[in-house]
């Protein structure tokens, strides 16, 4: 159970990549146009002109810095083998305080996770009945696998990944105007992102045999808001796609009666 609900736990910084990319301050901000109808989340500035490497950081970063709702889905293939997950979450820029994570895929992966006021409840085949979850305290001392689950949700905040992204990114190229499937009108552009940097300021160390720069393909709306990455590294693909920002959510509980003891 350990290593199914750790390796669910650690795909949330995936999630947590798209929606904080490149999220922090300093830089100089664009030239912005003002409007009178608001956006979503309150948003009441649109971009004007293209994001660049010195305004980026900044413009992504002061739509990224308030409480957002969203709904996402990851996709991450390596060779025949995909993984997918889908959900949706709430967060603040320090935190990540509720979300329901559905994951399926390669290896028999077949994962539930509800988060919620700092108890993780996990489903899945091998680990619980159909329909049953395990409560897990991330904040309980005496549970080997609160620790490292409470550290992968911490990762999940905003803010604990800019220092690494503001570190790590070497350049943004504009590509175009697209309109995704789902009909949100986007620019285009290419990100690319010195790894060693990007790890170094997060206090990791580098995989062997990373490239000089890691290209993610990015879709942004025209309130700064992330609607899609895309990126490839080791291989293997990783599709990221976000929506409903700031619409309701109710994430709630397992009832009482579907809980049961590890």
């Known amino acids: 159970m350990t290593r ?53 950081s900044d413009l992504l970063g002061k739509a990224a810095d308030r409480r957002l709702t969203q709904r996402f889905r990851v996709d991450e293939t390596v060779g025949k083998r995909t993984v997918s997950m889908e959900g949706s979450g709430d967060s603040t820029a320090d935190e990540l305080t509720s979300m329901d994570l559905t994951m399926s895929g390669a290896d028999g992966i077949g994962l539930r996770l509800i988060y919620l ?53 070497v350049g943004v190229k504009y590509v175009g105007k697209e309109t995704l499937d ?19 300021a997060a206090g990791i160390d580098a995989p062997a045999g990373m490239p000089a720069y890691v290209t993610w393909y990015v879709w942004v709306d025209a309130w700064n808001l992330v609607h899609k990455v895309q990126g490839e590294v080791d291989g293997g693909k990783t599709t990221m796609t976000f929506s409903g920002y700031c619409e309701p959510l109710s994430i709630k509980p397992p009832d009482e009666e579907d809980l049961i003891p590890r």
């Open 117 to 169: 006021d700092e108890t993780m409840y996990v489903s899945g085949d091998g680990i619980t009945p159909e329909g049953k979850f395990v409560p897990i305290d991330i904040n309980d001392p005496r549970d080997p696998v609160a620790k490292p689950m409470k550290a992968e949700l911490e990762s999940a905040g905003i803010n604990a990944s800019l220092t690494a992204w503001e570190a790590g990114l």
């Open 182 to 200: 789902d009909g949100s009108k986007t620019e285009f552009y290419e990100f690319n992102v010195d790894p060693r940097l990007a790890a170094r």
């Open 4 to 56: 199914q609900v750790r390796r669910a736990a650690a795909s949330l910084a995936v999630v947590a990549l798209a929606s904080t990319l490149t999220s922090c301050g300093g830089g100089d901000p664009a030239r912005t146009e003002d409007k009178a109808a608001e956006g979503p989340c309150g948003l009441t500035t649109r971009r004007a002109g293209h994001l660049t490497l010195k305004n980026a």
